[in-house]
């Protein structure tokens, strides 16, 4: 069995004294892990790290082996990230994500390229915060769990939409949800009007988390017994620290 194919590493781990398993999510196999030999020697493990992207080839005896990997990396990107905290952690948590809800060997192009996204606006987008959020929106609909943000759940007017059903996952408006609002989720403005139009403000960016949180944890963790990765969670205490240290 042999395959070759676009990478993006998510996660790499010790294996024996010398290799490691690295975890990818690539274009036509999914989430797709395997041996890389020598895997820990500084030049192996400077090109496969999470964020980069490679061109691997994967050889097995049999499919359902675990197999090896073998490859060059196409982008090091990621390497500009490297001294930007809030971003490096960015990238840690979309990874973490990304290897936390997407099934094993099952293909998600659409999820390698939102990743591969991400991954560029980290790199030169002022508004890369709100882009990390739409990732993980984009995911729930990759997955099935998409949400209905276009009008009121209640009274299907498309006007004034600021908050979102945690039972139905339907955008609920202002009015609607005025009695009940202590117990729906807040939807920031981006999320409608796109983040062209706005800025990376916390609270905006912390409200689409938590929205995006809720239902990855609510409709694709929980049900398998698993929580959100810890990157995830660190990620959002970075976030609010690093926003009031730009606010002084």
Same mark, same amino acid.
């Given at each position: 069995?042999?395959?070759?194919? @676009? ?7 010790? %294996? *024996?004294? /010398?290799? $490691?398993?690295?975890? =990818?999510?690539?274009?036509? %196999? ?8 020598? !895997? @820990? ?5 400077? @090109?496969? @790290?999470? *964020? ?9 005896? $049999?499919? +359902?082996?675990? *197999? ?19 971003? $490096? ?14 099934? &094993?060997?099952? #293909? ?16 030169? +987008? %002022? ?8 990732? &993980? =929106?984009?995911?729930?609909? &990759? $997955?099935?769990?998409?949400? +209905? ?6 009274? !299907? ?19 609607? !949800?005025?009695?009940?609002?202590? /117990?729906?989720?807040?939807? #920031?403005?981006?999320?409608? %009007? ?18 995006? *949180?809720?239902?990855? &944890? ?21 976030? /609010? ?8």
């Amino acid at each position: 069995m042999q395959w070759t194919d @676009q990478g993006v590493v998510l996660a790499t781990r010790r %294996h *024996g004294e /010398r290799a $490691l398993i690295v975890d =990818l999510l690539t274009r036509e %196999h999914g989430r797709h892990a395997g041996l890389l030999r020598g !895997g @820990q020697a500084p030049r192996l493990r400077a @090109q496969w @790290q999470i *964020g980069n992207r490679l061109t691997v080839t994967w050889r097995a005896r $049999l499919a +359902d082996h675990l *197999g090896s990997f073998s490859g060059e990396v196409a982008d090091e990107s990621i390497a500009s990230l490297f001294d930007d905290r809030a971003r $490096l952690a960015a990238l840690t948590a979309a990874s973490a994500m990304a290897e936390a809800v997407l099934p &094993e060997r099952e #293909p998600h192009p659409r999820a390698f390229a939102g990743l591969n996204a991400l991954i560029a606006a980290l790199n030169d +987008d %002022h508004r890369w915060a709100l882009a990390y959020v739409e990732w &993980e =929106l984009a995911l729930l609909a &990759e $997955l099935g769990f998409g949400l +209905d943000l276009a009008r009121c759940a209640a009274t !299907g007017t498309t006007e004034d939409l600021v908050y979102v059903s945690p039972r139905s996952g339907q955008a609920v408006s202002a009015a609607a !949800g005025a009695p009940y609002r202590d /117990r729906l989720l807040r939807l #920031p403005g981006f999320l409608l %009007h796109g983040r062209d139009s706005a800025l990376p403000v916390l609270g905006d960016v912390l409200d689409g988390l938590d929205l995006t *949180g809720f239902f990855l &944890e609510r409709r694709v963790l929980a049900p398998h017994g698993r929580k959100i990765p810890a990157a995830r969670t660190r990620y959002v205490d970075v976030l /609010r620290q690093v926003f009031r240290m730009d606010e002084r």
